[in-house]
Structures are given as structure tokens and as C-alpha cells.
């Protein structure tokens, strides 16, 4: 039987509503700001506003999970928890992982009278939006069950800047926020407006109609494009480049 649990949408815990963890397996709990939690290792007084996230458990007599409809389930990598010159990362500094392998997909969805498989494949090592899906503890491992809506792409390599989006999907090389006023005054890094254009890197195949026949997207890459500020996915690459992908949709107009 599988263990109770939290849902997997974030839920707000504080010292007055704690006695309702007490159906969950402490082992299995983790708090965005202390890392996993072990009974006794905190207090009352630790609880102002903490986020708690658990994922769901897979009892060991479960020796497989088959996902239904068009959802994927993603083995998902592992946190880093060093850096690059090997300092060890404290649980509050390690980015939650965006990617992983897809281990398992279902049959597909159904548009109009068009049924259409999964465009991903078991095996395949893609990127999914931040707060996709469904964690779940599976044979020792952490995996995500979500939609394959929510994968934005394929990675074959280990620089987002390879990213290769999926349907309606844009990956865009953000532009360098401006350094200066327009009267000469140089900006700190706080005060620096988040920019909102780029270039385009990649773009998806596009979208089905209700038909089931492919839209194009209006941007290609290479195009310079406007788009919604607070959209999309973030990522920094290898070289120290900002990257977005987001949905075509999201983008508001293209630059000349």
C-alpha cells in the first residue's frame, strides 16, 4: 500500500497546522528550506512559513508504473551538490533539477478523430517545466509523472544551449541586460530592469489543429523577439549565456 501523503502541489505548513504531518512518513518529507526532515531535528520555533512538497511512495510490491493517456514518467537527475570547482553545495543552494530520462510513456491523446503516440520516446533525456507533474518514489529513485505537455524539450548534451524545444515551444538566447541609463549613469545588478527580448535558438515543429494537422509557429530562429516578462522557464548556460523557453504564445511580437 502506498504510504499517505501530501499532494504534490506545494502545501504552506506553520507551527499551528503541524499536527497534520503526523499521517506522513517523516523520512519522505522535505522542506524547501531545511532539506529532508528527521524527527526531533526541529522545533516549533523553526516553523514561521516553510513550503513542504512529499512525494508520493511506491510500495516495494510494485515492480512497474504505467502511465495513462499522454503522460510521461521522468526518472529525475540527480541534484548537484558540488560546484564545478567542487564546493559542496548546502541543501538550500542546490537548484532543483529541471531534467531527466523517460522511463515509461502511455498510449497517447486523442485530437478530433486523430490519434497521436507520444513524441517522446523511453530513453530519451528531456527538460520539463519547473513545477510540473507529480513526484513519485519509485524503486529507490525520485521520478516525475506529468503531462508531456510539460516537457518543453529534448538534451542530449549537458548545455541547455542544445535544448531542442518540443510542439509549441521557443528557446531563446535572452538578451544582455542594459548597463547604463539613458543619461550615462551606470546600473547595479539589483537595480538592472530584467530584460524581455532575445534571439531565437530553436523552435518547435508547432501545434495540431483539431484536425490533427501541423500549425507552424510564427518566430524562427534567428529572429530577435519581444516577449512576456514573467513567462517561460529560465536557464543559464555553460558559457554563462541566460536562456528562456516558453511557449510561442508568449511571445508578443518580433524585431526589425
Do not use: C, W
Request: cysteine-free.
Amino acid at each position: 500500500m502506498a504510504t499517505s501523503q501530501l499532494t504534490a502541489s506545494s502545501v504552506t505548513a506553520s507551527a499551528r497546522n503541524l499536527a497534520s504531518l503526523q499521517g506522513l512518513r517523516l523520512s519522505t518529507v522535505k522542506f524547501s528550506s531545511f532539506g529532508t526532515l528527521k524527527p526531533g531535528a526541529l522545533t516549533s520555533r523553526s516553523f514561521k512559513r516553510l513550503v513542504v512538497k512529499a512525494a508520493t511512495v511506491v510500495a516495494p510490491k510494485y515492480t512497474s508504473v504505467k502511465p495513462l493517456g499522454d503522460r510521461v514518467l521522468v526518472k529525475i537527475k540527480e541534484t548537484e551538490e558540488k560546484t564545478e570547482g567542487g564546493i559542496l553545495l548546502p541543501t538550500t543552494a542546490q537548484s532543483k533539477p529541471q531534467g531527466g530520462e523517460v522511463v515509461a510513456v502511455g498510449e497517447g491523446k486523442t485530437i478530433g478523430n486523430t490519434k497521436l503516440e507520444s513524441s517522446v520516446k523511453t530513453g530519451a533525456q528531456v527538460i520539463y517545466s519547473k513545477y510540473a507533474g507529480t513526484e513519485v518514489e519509485f524503486n529507490g529513485a525520485n521520478h516525475l509523472l506529468l503531462k508531456e505537455d510539460d516537457i518543453v524539450g529534448l538534451l542530449e548534451t549537458d548545455d541547455i544551449k542544445d535544448l531542442k524545444p518540443l510542439n509549441d515551444r521557443v528557446f531563446i538566447k535572452v538578451s544582455e541586460a542594459e548597463e547604463k541609463t539613458a543619461g550615462g549613469l551606470l546600473l547595479t545588478e539589483a537595480s538592472k530592469e530584467k530584460p524581455s527580448i532575445g534571439t531565437v535558438i530553436a523552435a518547435g515543429p508547432g501545434t495540431l489543429d483539431e484536425e490533427g494537422n501541423l500549425k507552424p509557429l510564427s518566430v524562427s530562429p534567428g529572429n530577435t523577439v519581444l516577449y512576456s516578462k514573467y513567462a517561460g522557464n529560465d536557464f543559464k548556460g555553460n558559457d554563462g549565456s541566460n536562456y528562456i523557453a516558453l511557449r510561442a504564445s508568449d511571445v508578443m511580437a518580433v524585431l526589425y
